[in-house]
């Protein structure tokens, strides 16, 4: 609470003020955080017409993602996901609802991509959604520990070529 009454010059009194309780600060906080995230990946795939331009519009949202990350604290889904699972569960089963709803928007590009013809027609949409965000998570997650952007830009690669050559009618 420190950090905040510093960070924003008012007092813990003005904060409570216009929250319930903590929890409810934290989670309009994540809340906050996350709809940073969410705007700016769905201004660039906005952006695109085809679903896999869409596709390539997130993996190079990613391979910044280290940079706005690392001035920001961090990734909002990654530190509070972990951080909640065992002393918050209300926090908890939101970052799970907006993890799957990132998801679910990849799966929903995937799926338009097939029904368009850019996509294999055997292809998996939720299946290729989970693996694509899984490795999205899990590269963040490894960048972070290691403080290195290598591993995001890396893997955004990687998922690149995944969608070229694995994925592609």
């Known amino acids: 609470m420190s950090d905040l009454t510093e960070a924003t010059g008012l007092t813990k009194g003005a904060i409570y003020g216009n929250f319930k309780n903590k929890e409810a600060l934290a989670v309009e906080a994540f809340k906050f955080n996350v709809r940073a995230i969410m705007n700016e990946i769905s201004i660039q795939t906005n952006k695109e017409k085809r679903a896999i331009d869409k596709l390539y519009a997130i993996t190079n949202y990613y391979r910044g993602y280290y940079d706005l990350t690392k001035i920001s604290g961090g990734c909002p889904i990654l530190n509070v996901g972990a951080d909640t699972k065992h002393i918050n569960p209300v926090?908890?089963?939101?970052?799970?609802?907006?993890?799957?709803?990132?998801?679910?928007?990849?799966?929903?590009?995937?799926?338009?991509?097939?029904?368009?013809?850019?996509?294999?027609?055997?292809?998996?949409?939720?299946?290729?959604?989970?693996?694509?965000?899984?490795?999205?998570?899990?590269?963040?997650?490894?960048?972070?520990?290691?403080?290195?952007?290598?591993?995001l830009i890396n893997m955004m690669d990687h998922i690149d070529e995944m969608i070229r050559f694995k994925m592609l009618a």
């Open 91 to 151: 926090l908890f089963r939101l970052v799970k609802s907006i993890a799957r709803k990132l998801e679910g928007s990849i799966a929903e590009i995937i799926s338009k991509g097939i029904k368009n013809g850019e996509f294999r027609n055997d292809l998996d949409a939720k299946k290729s959604a989970r693996n694509i965000y899984s490795m999205m998570e899990g590269s963040v997650f490894m960048a972070s520990t290691h403080d290195n952007r290598i591993y």
